[in-house]
Protein backbone atom coordinates (compact mmCIF):
# COMPACT_ATOMS: atom_id res chain seq x y z
CA UNK A 1 0.00 0.00 0.00
CA UNK A 2 3.23 2.36 0.31
CA UNK A 3 2.27 3.76 -3.29
CA UNK A 4 -1.06 5.13 -2.14
CA UNK A 5 -0.83 8.91 -2.75
CA UNK A 6 -1.14 10.35 0.68
CA UNK A 7 -5.29 12.77 -0.24
CA UNK A 8 -6.75 8.98 -0.68
CA UNK A 9 -8.01 7.55 2.88
CA UNK A 10 -7.60 3.35 3.64
CA UNK A 11 -10.21 1.95 5.17
CA UNK A 12 -8.66 -1.35 6.56
CA UNK A 13 -11.56 -3.91 6.15
CA UNK A 14 -11.16 -6.17 8.83
CA UNK A 15 -14.43 -8.55 8.49
CA UNK A 16 -14.07 -11.94 9.66
CA UNK A 17 -10.64 -11.28 11.39
CA UNK A 18 -10.15 -11.21 15.04
CA UNK A 19 -9.73 -8.46 17.66
CA UNK A 20 -6.22 -9.00 17.50
CA UNK A 21 -5.33 -8.48 13.83
CA UNK A 22 -7.06 -5.29 14.48
CA UNK A 23 -5.17 -4.16 17.24
CA UNK A 24 -1.89 -5.01 15.73
CA UNK A 25 -2.74 -2.45 12.40
CA UNK A 26 -4.23 -0.40 14.89
CA UNK A 27 -0.60 -0.23 16.78
CA UNK A 28 0.96 0.08 13.15
CA UNK A 29 -0.83 3.37 12.91
CA UNK A 30 -4.11 2.16 10.97
CA UNK A 31 -6.76 3.61 12.73
CA UNK A 32 -9.89 3.98 9.89
CA UNK A 33 -11.22 0.22 9.90
CA UNK A 34 -14.64 -1.31 7.94
CA UNK A 35 -16.73 -3.84 9.24
CA UNK A 36 -19.94 -5.18 6.88
CA UNK A 37 -22.08 -6.96 9.52
CA UNK A 38 -23.71 -5.05 11.90
CA UNK A 39 -23.34 -7.36 15.05
CA UNK A 40 -19.53 -7.95 14.47
CA UNK A 41 -18.87 -4.27 14.01
CA UNK A 42 -20.68 -3.38 17.42
CA UNK A 43 -18.70 -6.25 19.31
CA UNK A 44 -15.40 -4.46 17.49
CA UNK A 45 -16.14 -1.12 18.26
CA UNK A 46 -16.62 -1.89 21.92
CA UNK A 47 -13.60 -4.16 22.15
CA UNK A 48 -11.01 -1.73 20.57
CA UNK A 49 -9.86 1.29 21.24
CA UNK A 50 -12.36 4.66 21.00
CA UNK A 51 -10.27 7.04 18.41
CA UNK A 52 -10.60 4.18 15.83
CA UNK A 53 -12.61 5.86 12.65
CA UNK A 54 -15.51 3.02 11.77
CA UNK A 55 -16.62 2.82 8.62
CA UNK A 56 -19.81 0.85 7.99
CA UNK A 57 -19.46 -0.76 4.22
CA UNK A 58 -22.39 -3.75 4.22
CA UNK A 59 -25.93 -4.11 3.46
CA UNK A 60 -27.92 -2.96 6.64
CA UNK A 61 -31.07 -3.81 7.83
CA UNK A 62 -33.14 -0.77 9.17
CA UNK A 63 -33.81 -3.25 12.45
CA UNK A 64 -30.53 -3.03 12.92
CA UNK A 65 -29.29 0.40 12.60
CA UNK A 66 -29.12 0.40 16.66
CA UNK A 67 -25.47 -1.34 16.14
CA UNK A 68 -23.90 0.62 13.58
CA UNK A 69 -25.50 4.32 13.52
CA UNK A 70 -24.08 5.93 16.52
CA UNK A 71 -20.58 4.40 16.10
CA UNK A 72 -19.80 4.50 12.65
CA UNK A 73 -18.31 7.79 11.24
CA UNK A 74 -19.21 7.03 7.76
CA UNK A 75 -22.09 4.48 6.65
CA UNK A 76 -20.79 3.70 2.62
CA UNK A 77 -23.26 1.85 1.77
CA UNK A 78 -26.75 3.16 1.71
CA UNK A 79 -28.16 0.91 -0.78
CA UNK A 80 -32.03 1.46 -0.80
CA UNK A 81 -34.54 4.32 -0.13
CA UNK A 82 -36.24 2.40 2.53
CA UNK A 83 -32.86 2.39 4.30
CA UNK A 84 -32.11 5.76 3.99
CA UNK A 85 -35.48 6.62 4.83
CA UNK A 86 -34.96 4.86 7.97
CA UNK A 87 -31.50 6.62 8.72
CA UNK A 88 -33.26 10.13 8.71
CA UNK A 89 -36.43 8.64 11.10
CA UNK A 90 -33.36 7.45 13.78
CA UNK A 91 -31.20 10.65 13.31
CA UNK A 92 -34.85 12.88 13.45
CA UNK A 93 -35.63 11.08 16.85
CA UNK A 94 -32.30 11.53 18.26
CA UNK A 95 -31.30 14.97 16.77
CA UNK A 96 -28.27 13.49 15.69
CA UNK A 97 -27.18 14.05 11.44
CA UNK A 98 -25.18 10.78 10.32
CA UNK A 99 -22.47 10.49 7.41
CA UNK A 100 -23.60 8.68 4.44
CA UNK A 101 -22.16 7.55 1.13
CA UNK A 102 -24.86 6.48 -1.55
CA UNK A 103 -24.07 3.46 -3.17
CA UNK A 104 -24.60 3.42 -6.79
CA UNK A 105 -25.68 -0.35 -8.59
CA UNK A 106 -22.87 -1.30 -10.61
CA UNK A 107 -22.15 -4.01 -12.87
CA UNK A 108 -24.46 -6.35 -14.32
CA UNK A 109 -24.83 -8.92 -10.93
CA UNK A 110 -28.51 -9.30 -10.24
CA UNK A 111 -27.25 -9.72 -6.11
CA UNK A 112 -25.73 -6.93 -5.71
CA UNK A 113 -27.38 -3.85 -4.26
CA UNK A 114 -27.61 -0.49 -4.69
CA UNK A 115 -29.22 3.09 -6.01
CA UNK A 116 -29.79 3.69 -9.98
CA UNK A 117 -28.49 7.27 -11.18
CA UNK A 118 -32.23 8.61 -10.82
CA UNK A 119 -32.35 7.72 -7.23
CA UNK A 120 -29.38 9.34 -6.54
CA UNK A 121 -29.88 11.89 -8.35
CA UNK A 122 -33.76 12.02 -6.91
CA UNK A 123 -32.42 12.26 -3.16
CA UNK A 124 -29.76 14.72 -3.63
CA UNK A 125 -32.52 17.27 -4.85
CA UNK A 126 -34.58 16.59 -2.34
CA UNK A 127 -34.70 18.12 1.07
CA UNK A 128 -36.24 15.15 2.77
CA UNK A 129 -32.90 14.02 4.69
CA UNK A 130 -32.39 17.02 7.08
CA UNK A 131 -30.39 14.31 9.46
CA UNK A 132 -28.41 12.78 7.02
CA UNK A 133 -25.54 14.33 5.35
CA UNK A 134 -24.41 12.90 1.77
CA UNK A 135 -20.69 12.93 1.66
CA UNK A 136 -20.44 11.59 -1.66
CA UNK A 137 -20.33 7.90 -3.82
CA UNK A 138 -19.49 4.40 -2.93
CA UNK A 139 -19.57 1.67 -5.79
CA UNK A 140 -18.72 -1.93 -6.21
CA UNK A 141 -16.67 -2.93 -9.36
CA UNK A 142 -17.99 -5.91 -11.12
CA UNK A 143 -16.81 -9.41 -9.90
CA UNK A 144 -14.19 -10.17 -13.02
CA UNK A 145 -10.69 -10.45 -13.57
CA UNK A 146 -11.69 -9.03 -16.91
CA UNK A 147 -9.76 -5.29 -16.41
CA UNK A 148 -11.83 -3.65 -18.81
CA UNK A 149 -15.30 -4.42 -17.29
CA UNK A 150 -13.62 -2.95 -14.07
CA UNK A 151 -12.20 -0.11 -15.64
CA UNK A 152 -15.80 0.53 -17.72
CA UNK A 153 -17.65 0.48 -13.71
CA UNK A 154 -15.18 3.11 -12.56
CA UNK A 155 -15.38 5.06 -15.07
CA UNK A 156 -19.18 5.42 -14.87
CA UNK A 157 -18.97 6.12 -11.33
CA UNK A 158 -16.42 8.77 -11.89
CA UNK A 159 -18.23 10.46 -14.48
CA UNK A 160 -21.35 9.96 -12.72
CA UNK A 161 -20.32 12.10 -9.64
CA UNK A 162 -18.73 14.89 -11.79
CA UNK A 163 -22.11 15.40 -13.33
CA UNK A 164 -23.40 15.84 -10.20
CA UNK A 165 -20.57 18.09 -9.00
CA UNK A 166 -21.12 20.08 -11.84
CA UNK A 167 -25.50 20.41 -11.92
CA UNK A 168 -25.54 20.31 -7.92
CA UNK A 169 -24.71 22.73 -5.15
CA UNK A 170 -23.09 19.96 -3.30
CA UNK A 171 -20.98 21.49 -0.35
CA UNK A 172 -20.10 18.18 1.72
CA UNK A 173 -20.40 15.86 -1.70
CA UNK A 174 -16.64 15.08 -1.86
CA UNK A 175 -16.08 11.25 -1.52
CA UNK A 176 -15.36 8.13 -4.04
CA UNK A 177 -15.29 4.75 -2.05
CA UNK A 178 -13.97 2.70 -4.81
CA UNK A 179 -11.27 -0.32 -5.05
CA UNK A 180 -10.37 -3.12 -3.03
CA UNK A 181 -7.18 -5.05 -2.44
CA UNK A 182 -7.10 -6.22 -6.47
CA UNK A 183 -8.48 -3.22 -8.51
CA UNK A 184 -7.37 -0.13 -5.95
CA UNK A 185 -5.02 1.02 -7.96
CA UNK A 186 -6.95 1.26 -10.79
CA UNK A 187 -9.55 3.02 -8.85
CA UNK A 188 -7.20 5.55 -7.60
CA UNK A 189 -6.39 6.45 -11.27
CA UNK A 190 -10.69 7.19 -11.53
CA UNK A 191 -10.22 9.52 -8.62
CA UNK A 192 -11.50 7.21 -5.62
CA UNK A 193 -10.77 9.18 -2.32
CA UNK A 194 -11.40 5.76 -0.42
CA UNK A 195 -10.83 2.67 -1.22
CA UNK A 196 -11.66 -0.35 1.11
CA UNK A 197 -8.83 -2.72 1.50
CA UNK A 198 -9.18 -6.23 3.34
CA UNK A 199 -7.42 -9.30 2.30
CA UNK A 200 -4.53 -6.86 1.10
CA UNK A 201 -3.70 -6.42 4.53
CA UNK A 202 -4.88 -9.12 6.86
CA UNK A 203 -4.58 -11.94 4.47
CA UNK A 204 -7.65 -14.50 3.34
CA UNK A 205 -10.90 -14.43 4.84
CA UNK A 206 -12.21 -18.52 5.70
CA UNK A 207 -15.63 -18.05 4.14
C1 LIG B 1 -14.97 -7.27 1.88
C2 LIG B 1 -15.19 -5.95 1.27
C3 LIG B 1 -14.11 -5.20 0.78
C4 LIG B 1 -12.67 -5.66 0.82
O1 LIG B 1 -12.45 -6.71 -0.05
P1 LIG B 1 -10.97 -7.27 -0.34
O2 LIG B 1 -11.09 -7.91 -1.65
O3 LIG B 1 -10.67 -8.23 0.77
O4 LIG B 1 -10.04 -6.12 -0.32
C5 LIG B 1 -14.40 -3.96 0.24
N1 LIG B 1 -15.66 -3.48 0.18
C6 LIG B 1 -16.71 -4.17 0.65
C7 LIG B 1 -18.06 -3.58 0.53
C8 LIG B 1 -16.52 -5.43 1.19
O5 LIG B 1 -17.57 -6.12 1.66
Known amino acids: MSELPPEVKLVAVSKFHPVEDILAAYNAGQRRFGENRPQEFAAKVAALPGDIEWHFIGHLQTNKLKLVLPYASLVESIDSLRLLEAVERWGS ?3 KVTDVLLELHLGAEETKGGLTEREIEDILMSDSYPHVRFRGLMGMATNTDDVSVVEADF ?10 EERLALPDF ?8 HDWPLAVRHGATIIRVGSAIFGPRSY
Open 93 to 95: DRG
Open 155 to 164: SRIEAFKKNL
Open 174 to 181: SELSIGMS
